[in-house]
T-cell receptor, first 110, second 113 residues
């Protein structure tokens, strides 16, 4: 079992749809949870950063962490064609290195 | 405020050669981590540098080595290149404080022929 698993996609949705992206993990010691967006041939860009369980909202993006289920989610409301990218989840221990999922490729169709 | 910068942007090498990649961290950051991202995969942690010392290392062979300079910039060196070393190499910087996250540079795309 991989340490972090992520729905592989690709995922195609119409413009304006609500997008749900998910990751599961096996290491219960992870404390920090991140979502990065990566456009083709670019470096990952930090979208959301949460500590421990709970929800965090930033504009059209909402991140959820359920540590009891070892499951994290990213919701994108009112999706736009500019949201088309690969979305990477990442997590870490306190002071530890980041462990990434393989990424989900999202296409938002006009 | 400049973000993380990396050079070069692209590089082509042949098997057996050596390569050096460079990274300048975001202003105010003192910790640099390096990742390898193969096509269609998530980034894999190579190592992290803090106070000019390698602090953590991922599952990469000794052909991968690095250095951090007093100004916090860093180099990644790869010796005896293999075809499988072809990837996007990402540098990420952060502050050495509990809970601080990492910010990535644009990466260096290495092709080994």
């Amino acid at each position: 079992q991989k340490e972090v698993e992520q729905d592989p996609g690709p995922l195609s949705v119409p413009e304006g749809a609500i997008v749900s992206l998910n990751c599961t993990y096996s290491n219960s010691a992870f404390q920090y949870f991140m979502w990065y967006r990566q456009y083709s041939r670019k470096g990952p860009e930090l979208l959301m950063y949460t500590y421990s369980s709970g929800n965090k909202e930033d504009g059209r993006f909402t991140a959820q962490v359920d540590k009891s289920s070892k499951y994290i989610s990213l919701f994108i409301r009112d999706s736009q064609p500019s949201d088309s990218a690969t979305y990477l989840c990442a997590m870490s221990l306190i002071g530890g290195n980041f462990v990434f999922g393989p990424g989900t490729r999202l296409s938002v169709l006009p | 405020d400049a973000g993380v910068t990396q050079s070069p942007t692209h590089l082509i090498k042949t098997r057996g050669q050596q390569v050096t990649l460079r990274c300048s961290p975001k202003s105010g950051h003192d910790t640099v981590s390096w990742y390898q991202q193969a096509l269609g995969q998530g980034p894999q942690f190579i190592f992290q540098y803090y106070e000019e010392e390698e602090r953590q290392r991922g599952n990469f062979p000794d052909r991968f080595s690095g250095h951090q300079f007093p100004n916090y910039s860093s180099e990644l060196n790869v010796n005896a290149l293999l075809l499988g070393d072809s990837a996007l190499y990402l540098c990420a910087s952060s502050r050495d404080r509990r809970g601080e996250t990492q910010y990535f540079g644009p990466g260096t795309r290495l092709l080994v022929l």
